[in-house]
């Protein structure tokens, strides 16, 4: 346990510096994405941000591929089971959900209960690249466009410290909108070339580092968890 507390505090430091690099960086552009979303007249942002009546839904769970990091897995499994009883029971009770899990340990507890599951990601984490984790959100976004999805949710934990994860199911697909709230002002931008190129040119890539913002988050938060439980141990 000693040993195991050693090399998980050392993957956390550069876990760490990843996710802290990262998440500023990757919280603009989604705010940045929804902002214009939001304020634009007309369909801008395609077939991505249009809302339809929601039949099928994808989850994207993070998860690690090893235990010993005490309630970590079955927090994050319960996060997803406790969004799909909540707000769609309707889907889950026809088998019109469908996990897509990133780690092995979610993959074995979807299996468990029998839900319907997109595999061929889940070992992801044996090679963490954001070349590997944009394959599992470039196929969840074509699943989307060809409407296989009506709505897809990434279920993560969110890094705090070592002792301290959030546990988050976010809207992913369509792209969320902001909701003013009485007289609050939507920021307003410039565009060159125009809004149209822009949007068509980055929205993929926006929506690609979400996802490996979400499998980031996990990593780090799985080593912070696995170095607490085996201090405790």
Known sequence: TKAMKMVSAAKLRRATDAIVQMRPYAE????????????????LGGELSKEREVK???????????????????????????????????????????VLPIGKKGMEAFARIGMNMEEQFWNTFSDLSFDN?????????????????????????????????????????PIPKIQNEGDAVQSDFLFEPSKEILIKELMPKILNTQVYKAVLDSNASEHGARMTAMHKA
Do not use: P
């Not at 603009?28 to 369909?43: A, H, R, V």
């Not at 994808?58 to 970590?72: E, K, Q």
């Open 56 to 98: 099928k839904v994808l989850f994207i769970v993070v998860t690690s591929d090893r235990g010993l990091c005490g309630a970590f897995n079955t927090n994050v499994f319960k996060a997803a089971k406790a969004k799909m009883d909540s707000h769609y029971a309707t889907q889950y009770a026809a088998g019109n959900i469908t």
């Open 28 to 43: 603009k552009l989604q705010e940045m994405l929804s902002n214009i979303i939001s304020s634009s007249e007309g369909d």
């Open 133 to 173: 984790v944009k394959k599992a959100a470039e196929y969840a976004r074509q699943a989307y466009i060809d409407k296989k999805y009506d709505k897809i949710e990434v279920v993560y934990s969110k890094f705090k410290n070592a002792a301290t994860q959030e546990f988050i199911c976010e809207e992913h697909l």
